[in-house]
């Protein structure tokens, strides 16, 4: 599949006025920001608590994501959630999202393969991920994987050199400035965000290919253990 050239964003469907998670959600419901809405069959938007003390970001919805319209249950989904609970961090303080909201794929006969967005769609696809931060507090971000690392914190970070360390958030993200503020009344009130970290690891599907995946979920509970860890302080 050719790299597209442009797409409009998702700015323009975003309610400059919403409130909570769920009407940001609705809204994704309607987005064309890029291409992608054509082939997909929803948008797939974040799923958890408001006040969740983890906020773990993936690269895109598979192909059962995209039928069932909620992130991370598949297989990746069920790992991940093993390697959670592995690591010691309670379930029940976390929020799922992705960079990008629908799913990317190719057809092969009756199959949907699973194509990497390209940059555009997580160009197109970010301010939704903003508009998410804004309405949440978290004490610590978690990306999985390339895609999240270049939506959250550019193109020249990369996740092998610098997996498993702590870094500040939003200091580390490409633009801090779309994350220092965030609202504290309905009212319009704004304040500066309540300093936090970041942890980037692999993505729980790289698990699911490597040659020796007890190996790879080794490394992948490590790393979330670093991150159980610096909630505990």
Same mark, same amino acid.
């Given at each position: 599949?050719?790299?597209?050239?442009?797409?409009?964003?998702?700015?323009?469907?975003?309610?400059?006025?919403?409130?909570? &998670?769920?009407?940001?959600?609705?809204?994704?419901?309607?987005?064309?920001?890029?291409? &992608?809405?054509?082939?997909?069959?929803?948008?797939?938007?974040?799923?958890?608590?408001?006040?969740?003390?983890?906020?773990?970001?993936?690269?895109?919805?598979?192909?059962?994501?995209?039928?069932?319209?909620?992130?991370?249950?598949?297989?990746?989904?069920?790992?991940?959630?093993?390697?959670?609970?592995?690591?010691?961090?309670?379930?029940?303080?976390?929020? &799922?999202?992705?960079?990008?909201?629908?799913?990317?794929?190719?057809?092969?006969?009756?199959?949907?393969?699973?194509?990497?967005?390209?940059?555009?769609?997580?160009?197109?696809?970010?301010?939704?991920?903003?508009?998410?931060?804004?309405?949440?507090?978290?004490?610590?971000?978690?990306?999985?994987?390339?895609?999240?690392?270049?939506?959250?914190?550019?193109?020249?970070?990369?996740?092998?050199?610098?997996?498993?360390?702590?870094?500040?958030?939003?200091?580390?993200?490409?633009?801090?400035?779309?994350?220092?503020?965030?609202?504290?009344?309905?009212?319009?009130?704004?304040?500066?965000?309540?300093?936090?970290?970041?942890?980037?690891?692999?993505?729980?599907?790289?698990?699911?290919?490597?040659?020796?995946?007890?190996?790879?979920?080794?490394?992948?509970?490590?790393?979330?253990?670093?991150?159980?860890?610096?909630?505990?302080?």
């Amino acid at each position: 599949m050719a790299e597209q050239t442009d797409a409009p964003g998702a700015q323009q469907f975003i309610p400059p006025q919403a409130d909570t &998670l769920d009407q940001l959600r609705n809204a994704a419901a309607g987005c064309r920001g890029c291409e &992608l809405y054509r082939d997909a069959s929803q948008t797939v938007f974040g799923r958890g608590d408001e006040g969740a003390r983890v906020v773990f970001v993936g690269e895109q919805p598979g192909d059962m994501e995209d039928q069932k319209g909620l992130p991370f249950v598949g297989p990746a989904g069920r790992l991940l959630r093993k390697a959670v609970d592995d690591a010691g961090i309670d379930p029940a303080h976390i929020y &799922l999202t992705n960079a990008v909201k629908h799913f990317r794929f190719e057809l092969r006969g009756k199959r949907r393969i699973h194509q990497t967005p390209d940059r555009v769609h997580i160009t197109a696809c970010r301010p939704w991920l903003v508009a998410e931060f804004s309405r949440l507090h978290p004490e610590l971000v978690v990306v999985l994987g390339a895609t999240a690392a270049k939506a959250l914190l550019g193109p020249a970070f990369r996740v092998t050199r610098q997996r498993g360390e702590l870094l500040p958030w939003p200091a580390s993200a490409q633009r801090p400035e779309d994350f220092v503020r965030v609202p504290v009344d309905s009212a319009g009130t704004v304040a500066d965000a309540p300093a936090a970290q970041l942890l980037a690891t692999i993505h729980p599907s790289a698990v699911l290919r490597a040659d020796d995946q007890d190996k790879a979920y080794e490394g992948l509970v490590a790393d979330l253990t670093v991150a159980a860890r610096a909630l505990t302080r």
